[in-house]
């Protein structure tokens, strides 16, 4: 269905729009990033990498979403989002992303990478709801398998695998298999892909309010500094919430409703 390459701010059909509103849009191209020499990566998204303080309604993305950064130094490296349908967004809704998202770090250099992955949103600064994300998200920063930054999400579901990749200086700090890191509240959600990573958990990564969610996907405790939990990893407040997936435990301080408080 064609390709989409870029090094900032790129979208399968829109690289930026700072206040519109996107809507009923499909994107099928594989849309791609690399930098070898930058310590910033922008926006990348399957439908659009940034529409700040707009909204995304509607729309599917069914091509990957790829970034490759070659980290060749010492000092940290950042960027702002990467998703499956969108980088960074003022709210995010009824959407749907069926490509893998995925963002390699390769080289010899220990710079921290600090940024967010999600299945349907990388970043965002409003809410999102009525989403979901039924392909694999694999990244060394904070990730999730519909958002991985987000103020508060509603009624969204994940059933593809989530993958950290803990094996490097830039850890996967927080990995959830619905959200990465949420600042305000996470409700009514549901997981059922395999989750793992560092530091992570079946519906979120780390937050402050979880409530009616349910995790029935494999916490896979593989590597040897984890701490998982079946509905979080770090939360303030869990509510009637049920954690129904498996762990494969071989090193961690793996707990079936929430790590740490």
Same mark, same amino acid.
Request: aromatic share 6%; charged share 15%.
């Given at each position: 269905?064609?390709?989409?390459?870029?090094?900032?701010?790129?979208?399968?059909?829109?690289?930026?729009? %700072?206040? !519109?509103?996107?809507?009923?849009?499909?994107?099928?191209?594989?849309?791609?990033?690399?930098?070898?020499?930058?310590?910033?990566? =922008?926006? &990348?998204?399957?439908?659009? *990498?940034?529409?700040s303080?707009?909204v995304?309604?509607? $729309? #599917?993305?069914?091509? +990957?979403?790829?970034y490759?950064?070659?980290?060749?130094?010492?000092? /940290?490296?950042?960027?702002?989002?990467?998703?499956?349908? +969108?980088?960074?967004? !003022? /709210?995010?809704?009824?959407? +749907?992303?069926?490509?893998?998202?995925? %963002?390699?770090?390769?080289?010899?250099?220990?710079?921290k990478?600090?940024?967010?992955?999600?299945?349907? &949103?990388?970043?965002?600064?409003?809410s999102?709801?009525? $989403?979901?994300?039924?392909?694999a998200?694999?990244?060394?920063?904070?990730?999730?398998?519909? @958002? =991985? %930054?987000?103020?508060?999400?509603?009624?969204c579901a994940?059933t *593809?695998?989530?993958?950290?990749?803990?094996?490097?200086?830039? @850890?996967?700090?927080?990995?959830?298999?619905?959200?990465?890191? /949420?600042?305000?509240?996470?409700?009514?959600?549901?997981?059922? *892909?395999?989750?793992?990573? +560092?530091?992570?958990?079946?519906?979120?990564?780390?937050?402050?309010?979880?409530?009616?969610?349910?995790?029935?996907?494999?916490?896979? $405790?593989?590597?040897?500094?984890?701490?998982?939990?079946?509905i979080?990893?770090?939360?303030?407040?869990?509510?009637? $919430?049920?954690?129904?997936?498996?762990?494969?435990?071989?090193?961690?301080?793996?707990? #079936?409703?929430?790590?740490?408080?």
């Open positions: 269905e064609g390709s989409v390459k870029g090094r900032y701010s790129v979208g399968g059909i829109v690289g930026t729009n %700072l206040q !519109g509103r996107i809507e009923n849009c499909v994107n099928k191209a594989t849309v791609s990033g690399s930098s070898t020499t930058d310590s910033y990566i =922008g926006y &990348i998204g399957g439908v659009v *990498g940034n529409i303080s707009g995304v309604a509607d $729309c #599917r993305n069914e091509g +990957a979403v790829t490759s950064f070659e980290n060749k130094t010492a000092f /940290s490296a950042s960027f702002d989002g990467i998703g499956g349908v +969108a980088g960074y967004a !003022g /709210s995010v809704l009824r959407c +749907a992303n069926r490509g893998a998202v995925t %963002l390699t770090v390769t080289g010899t250099g220990k710079a990478i600090t940024g967010a992955v999600g299945g349907v &949103i990388g970043e965002t600064s409003g999102v709801e009525d $989403c979901i994300n039924t392909a998200v694999t990244g060394p920063s904070a990730m999730g398998g519909v @958002a =991985g %930054l987000a103020r508060s999400v509603r009624r994940n *593809g695998p989530v993958t950290g990749t803990p094996d490097r200086e830039a @850890a996967a700090e927080v990995v959830g298999g619905v959200v990465g890191e /949420s600042t305000v509240r996470v409700e009514n959600c549901y997981n059922t *892909g395999a989750v793992s990573g +560092a530091y992570y958990g079946g519906i979120l990564g780390k937050g402050k309010t979880v409530v009616n969610c349910y995790n029935a996907g494999m916490i896979d $405790c593989t590597v040897s500094v984890v701490s998982a939990g079946g979080a990893e770090q939360c303030g407040t869990v509510e009637h $919430c049920v954690s129904l997936g498996n762990s494969f435990d071989r090193y961690s301080s793996f707990k #079936r409703i929430a790590a740490n408080k």
